[in-house]
């Protein structure tokens, strides 16, 4: 038996986007009706971005920026859920699979909780794991910072990722 095989480890990931009323507002997978998105070279969904660092981080395979740079013109405009998939799939190859998925949202605006259904859903999905493995929460910053200002969105997440799993959701 490998030694790492059955061991879990965990990472953090955080992230942050201004907004920009050019843009529409995707947090967690779901298009968010709101008078403007979030600024970005993908479609700048702050929360799975943290996800997908959380996940790196807990395998020790970079950040998200070293694998899907902002430079290259194949993730102008991608979906971060298709980043978060292959995410996933980086993880696979590195021997890991997603376990579980603990993550907030920090916004004065949009009001997110009648939403976050649908983003555990669409997060779980993309990473073969049970919706009951994925815990989104909303929050504001009471007003203090640039957050507190509505100046953009913040999300932070920790992701358990376990070893010899032979890929995702297995």
């Keep these: 038996m490998n030694e790492r095989e059955g061991t879990f480890r965990i990472g953090l990931g955080i992230d942050f986007h201004r907004f920009d009323p050019q843009r529409a507002l ?34 020790a395979l970079g950040d998200i920026g070293g694998h899907f740079p902002v430079g290259d013109p194949a993730y102008t405009g991608i979906s971060s859920l298709e980043l978060l998939r292959r995410t996933v799939f980086l993880l ?24 976050v259904p649908a983003m555990r859903e669409r997060i779980a999905a993309a990473l073969g794991i049970e919706q009951s493995a994925v815990s989104v929460k909303a929050t504001t910053s009471e007003g ?11 999300a932070w997440a920790v992701a358990l990722i376990r070893t010899g799993g032979g890929g995702p959701g297995t």
């Design 92 to 115: 696979d190859g590195a021997g890991y699979a997603p376990h579980q998925v603990d993550a907030v949202v920090v916004a004065e605006r949009p009001i997110l909780a009648p939403h």
């Design 144 to 154: 203090m910072g640039a957050l507190g200002r509505g100046e953009g969105i913040g």
């Design 26 to 59: 995707v947090l967690g997978g779901v298009e968010i009706p709101y008078d403007c998105g979030l600024a970005g070279h993908s479609d700048a969904d702050v929360l799975l971005h943290a996800i997908c660092d959380a996940l790196l981080g807990a395998a």
